[in-house]
């Protein structure tokens, strides 16, 4: 998955191999592609932002529980990488108000579609102490990743993403976000590496589930499904 090396082989990375199909749908999805081949349908773009706005609010929260796992289960050397994530959130809440503007997407009028709905209850369900800290983590890193990849691949050589859209591309898809996200897997791989067996198995049915969560908001976002 890191073409640039950036990671030493881990848990993380030897997923990639059984589970390269579904990590490609998830990142190569038809509705991304489309941005990358200039062929976005508006409509489905404004869908995508509302619905996206709903859902980083919602992520918001989730970030505050792995934080707080983070706390309470790892020696604290984490945190300011969380807490930065955390932070950076705020930034983007005001970029998507201000990009909603920009589309004439009215945000206090939208509702979450069934996917995203499906998709946050699942997000909600890590505030749930049971849940540890190393599933907490490695879903995180995924759940980012796949917007780092599906973006990057908009703005790498020979795309012909609109100008109009490229500023959302480099939002996910720029050098700085793909070495947050490295940073991420580091930490994923480091607790996998020390979890037991039980939570290294639940670590990859979330990050499976993940997967099959972004398929579903890409084709929500495509057809309203
Ligand atoms: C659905 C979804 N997945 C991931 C991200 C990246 N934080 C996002 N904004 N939205």
């Not at 959130?89 to 939208?110: C, G, M, P, R, T």
């Not at 050098?175 to 067996?197: G, V």
């Amino acid at each position: 998955m890191d073409g640039g090396g950036g990671v030493e082989a881990g848990t993380t990375a030897a997923w990639m191999a059984p589970h390269r199909g579904m990590y490609e749908r998830a990142t190569r999805h038809p509705f991304t592609v489309s941005i990358r081949d200039g062929t976005v349908d508006p409509a489905a773009f404004r869908r995508w932002l509302g619905q996206d706005y709903m859902f980083v609010k919602e992520f918001v929260a989730f970030l505050a529980s792995v934080l707080l796992k983070c706390c309470r289960q790892s020696d604290g050397s984490d945190m300011e990488i969380i807490l930065g994530g955390l932070a950076s959130l705020s930034d983007e809440l005001s970029w998507f108000k201000k990009e909603a503007e920009k589309w004439s997407v009215n945000l206090a009028e939208v509702s979450p579609l069934k996917s995203n709905t499906e998709y946050c209850r699942f997000l909600q369900s890590f505030s749930e102490p049971e849940i540890s800290y190393a599933v907490a983590i490695t879903t995180f890193w995924i759940i980012e990743t796949v917007y780092q990849d599906s973006f990057a691949f908009c703005i790498e050589e020979g795309n012909k993403t609109p100008p109009e859209l490229l500023g959302t591309c480099q939002r996910w898809g720029s050098p700085e976000f793909k070495q947050y996200c490295q940073s991420l897997q580091r930490i994923a791989d480091r607790c996998l590496a020390d979890a037991p067996a039980d939570a290294v198995k639940s670590a990859e049915e979330a990050f499976l589930r993940v997967l099959e969560l972004e398929i579903g908001f890409w084709d929500m976002s495509s057809s309203q499904s």
